[in-house]
């Protein structure tokens, strides 16, 4: 009979202001009662958790990974193209990644998913040869995510909404030039945005349309609207009902170069990964995951 798998479980213990750490000994206990087989590791940063993972994966080892979308989008990049899956534990202050694959956001719910081990596969994202998993923006989202990783002193997702008004106070429209399928496209607004995932900042639906595992980014811009109507839209961005308040446009594709009029950062993840200009492009179904059985 095969011996059952062991794991990786590898713990950021910084990751949403130190909510991993202090969720850690629940973990631990869901894993024991579980019978699930494991070897604990606190990353000591990005390089070193990437690291951890990759060769516990060469070894067999499936790496369960509890941080923030960050560090789950590095080291799901990292782990692109191998047969051994990834499992993710909610632990950072944004969870979208686990939110939008379905797993619960409470311990042992999300340990119950790791003992059922179904596993699908989907797409990897890079920018400028940087991976990451969920939406890469730039643009007014730059200057937000800036602040929001700047801000030590608000908890929680409240830190997003404080982030988009302290960078909305200073916004001056920006005009981006768009090059996919051989078209060129150029708007003046707030955003542009390559989304694999739905959600990024703390559940805020940005591209509803967007499929994890359809091989497609969903691209989007924003208009160069009103500041208080862009505040109505932000408010309706957790339902996924802003795009029109918003004027957003939006294409499909598996490639697009973004440039713009003045420098900007290009975040992903949560993360800076790289600068304008930048090309993203989209790996299909690249990682392999596991996560609840949806269908």
């Known amino acids: 009979m095969t011996a059952a798998p062991r794991h990786l479980l590898l713990v950021n213990p910084s990751a949403g202001r130190g909510r991993a750490a202090e969720l850690l000994p629940q973990v631990e206990e869901a894993f024991r009662s579980r019978g699930l087989a494991y070897r604990l590791v606190l990353s000591e940063g990005l390089e070193h958790g990437r690291a951890e993972a990759v060769a516990a994966a060469d070894a067999g080892e499936i790496p369960v990974v509890m941080s923030g979308d960050g560090m789950i989008g590095q080291i799901g990049g990292a782990l692109a193209g191998g047969d051994v899956p990834m499992a993710m534990l909610p632990g950072g202050r944004g969870n979208d990644l686990v939110r939008v694959l379905g797993i619960p956001r409470e311990v042992p719910g999300a340990v119950d998913v790791i003992a059922e081990s179904h596993v ?107 500041k208080l109507r862009f505040l109505r839209g932000l408010a309706k961005i957790f339902d996924g009902e802003h795009r029109e308040l918003l004027e957003v446009q939006t294409w499909r594709g598996t490639e697009v170069r973004i440039e713009a009029d003045r420098p900007f950062a290009v975040y992903a993840d949560g993360d800076h990964i790289a600068d304008l200009p930048a090309t993203v492009r989209i790996l299909p179904r690249a990682l392999r995951v596991i996560a609840p059985d949806l269908a």
């Open 120 to 226: 699908r596969a989907i797409d990897v994202g890079e920018v400028n040869e940087r991976r990451f998993l969920g939406i890469a923006s730039c643009g007014f989202d730059s200057d937000a995510n800036r602040i929001a990783n700047e801000t030590r002193w608000v908890k929680g997702n409240l830190v997003y909404l404080y982030a988009a008004l302290r960078a909305l106070y200073a916004w001056k429209p920006a005009t981006f030039t768009l090059h996919f399928d051989g078209i060129r496209k150029q708007v003046t607004g707030y955003t542009v945005a390559a989304a694999n995932n739905k959600a990024y900042g703390g559940g805020m639906y940005a591209a509803p349309d967007a499929e994890l595992d359809d091989g497609l980014l969903d691209i989007g811009a924003t208009g160069n609207v009103g």
